[in-house]
Each structure stands twice: as C-alpha cells, then as structure tokens.
C-alpha cells in the first residue's frame, strides 16, 4: 500500500535545462508536502516544502507545484546544476492525525550532466 | 552546532546477536523519530519519540524492536536476534518541536546480517 509514488527512478538532464521529478499520492488527507534530498552515505535534508492550501512554493532555483485534484506534485529545478545530482524523496505528512510521520516515495536518482 | 550524530555508522551482526544503534539529537531539539531504508525503498517510519515517551511506536514490528529516549543521554534502538532481513540503513532524525515535518535527519547507521 505505496500512499506516494515516485514512479521515475531516475532522471537525467543537461546542465542549465530544467528538472522535473514527479509525485503522485493516494491519501487525500495528507496537508503538507515535502521534498528531501540525499546524497550517498549521507542522510536526507529538507528541500522544500508546500501546504495542502497552496498550489506553488518556490525558493530560489527550486520550486514545488501542488495539484490536488490531481493528487500530484511535482519539483521543478531551474536552472538544474551537476551539484543537484542525488536522491530526490517525494514526502507527506499530516494523514494520521500527526504531522510527525513522514510518508516517503521511493526516490527519484537526478543526475545533471555537465 | 552539530547536527544529529548517529553511532555506529556501520554495523555486522550475525544472525541472533543484538544491535544497537544510537541517536544524539540537535542541540535543543526534543523530539527523535527513526526511519528505516531498506534497499531499493524509500524510508519508512518506525518510532516518534520525545524525552522519556514513546509517542507514536506504530511503525516498529511487533518483536525484537525496541527504542528509547531515556532523560540522559542518546536515543537508542535496539535490535534483538537479528535476521538478515534487519539489514538496512537506520536513519534518526530530530526537531524542536512538533511541526509539519521538516525534520534534520543524522547520516544514518548501516547494520548488515550476516
């Protein structure tokens, strides 16, 4: 029962193009939305995040899209950077009645080729 | 300032010992959850715990799995009689308050069955 879907285990891109790593999910309850990103041997830091009551969150290079009819999110990376190439984990929270347990896809391997 | 430190970072057990995995949390933050990456998956929560309490343990298996937060000192998760399907990478991860899941996770520990 996979509540987020990352259905892309990979994607590779050009430096300067644009990244968009995709994520669907099942639950309807969920209220936030994350991303995490991991570099090997390392553990996952917080990217970026949206509230359910928004459609778009944006941080400099990095911006998030909510499409809750749709029950899908997306990241999009602009302009994407060969130090952007990790692990990208799509994440929830808020389904259970607690913000505390984060629900993870399974992740997205972006690598940004020079 | 350091962040969330995790020891060992590497374990091998053989099949019936215990393992016990440690987690200091951020200066200041009172709130450790630990999640569990098996090969190929994405993380998945396992135990939400605040100082002395275990508040949300919905995600450990019923056997063998235990976790604490004792008033002195790390977090700790313990592992009795290990089997080879234990092995994973056990990531902690911290934050000051309860908030909408942006956590600070520590690099993980990696146990391996033998």
């Known amino acids: 029962d996979q509540q987020v879907k990352q259905n892309s285990p990979s994607l590779s891109v050009q430096e300067g193009r644009i990244s968009i790593l995709n994520c669907d999910y099942t639950n309807s309850m969920f209220d936030y939305f994350l991303w995490y990103k991991k570099y090997p041997a390392e553990g996952p830091t917080f990217l970026i995040s949206?509230?359910?009551?928004?459609d778009k969150n944006e941080d400099g290079r990095f911006t998030v899209f909510l499409n809750k009819s749709a029950k899908h999110l997306s990241l999009h990376i602009v302009p994407s950077q060969p130090g952007d190439s990790a692990v990208y984990f799509c994440?929830?929270?808020?389904?259970?009645?607690?913000?505390?347990?984060?629900?993870f896809g399974k992740g997205t391997k972006l690598t940004v080729n020079p | 300032n350091a962040g969330v430190m995790q020891n060992p970072r590497h374990l091998v057990r053989r099949r019936g010992q215990e393992a016990r995995l440690r987690c200091s949390p951020m200066?200041?933050?009172?709130?450790v959850y630990w999640y569990r990456q098996l090969p190929e998956e994405g993380l998945k929560f396992m135990v939400y715990l605040q100082k002395e309490n275990i508040i949300d343990e919905s995600g450990m298996p019923k056997e063998r799995f235990s976790a604490e937060f004792p008033k002195e000192g790390p977090s700790i998760l313990r592992i009795q009689q290990v089997v080879r399907g234990d092995s994973a990478a056990y990531f902690c991860a911290s934050s000051p308050r309860l908030n909408t899941g942006e956590l600070f996770f520590g690099e993980g520990s990696r146990l391996t069955v033998l």
């Open positions: 994440a929830a929270s808020g389904a259970q009645g607690g913000s505390e347990k984060l629900v």
């Open positions: 949206i509230s359910s009551i928004k």
């Open positions: 200066k200041g933050h009172s709130h």
